[in-house]
């Protein structure tokens, strides 16, 4: 984010955000993408934060930071493999040029950091949110039962949803960056 901003780009793409891990109340995992959006003048378009995360308290986190979360034709915010989530969004758009004009009127009243705009998973490759909330359920289990923690948890899990989605994950994954990468283009080009 930081080297969009000196580059002069001001939206990017990625599948998902980062966030507040789960049972941060006691590790304090936060990853630093949050911090960085708070204080970094750059859009990212994505599919919402990544399901293995701790979504309520990564958007607390964006509010409690000036952060607002637009989601693109959704009121609910995505949980990256899932269209959905239990969580609203704090704005919705139905254009680009909606998103286009929100954000630089933020930058222009001199308000810091980002904005998430959180484009759902084409409903064709998206993942049944009580399938993948099972899988993940499964995944931190096992990362516990084997006495993980810190920074082993993230690629555990990610492997270990993979593994046993047998490579579905992966597919959803691949198919919301390409839908990112079209949405991101209509972003630019207002």
Known sequence: MICAQLAGI???VTGGIGGVHR???TT???SDDL???AQTNVAVVCAGAKSILDIGLTLEYLETHGVPVVGFETDVLPAFYTRTSPFNVNYRVDIAEEASEMIRTKWELGLK?????ANPIPEQDALEEAFITGVIETALQEA????MSGKKVTPFLLGKV???TEGISLTANIALVKHMLKWDLKLQSV
């Open 23 to 25: 049972e941060a109340e």
């Open 35 to 37: 911090q960085e959006l």
């Open 144 to 147: 516990k039962d084997n006495g």
């Open 162 to 164: 993979k593994e046993l």
């Open 10 to 12: 001001e939206v990017f």
């Open 28 to 30: 304090m995992d936060i």
């Open 113 to 117: 950091g980002g904005v998430v705009i």
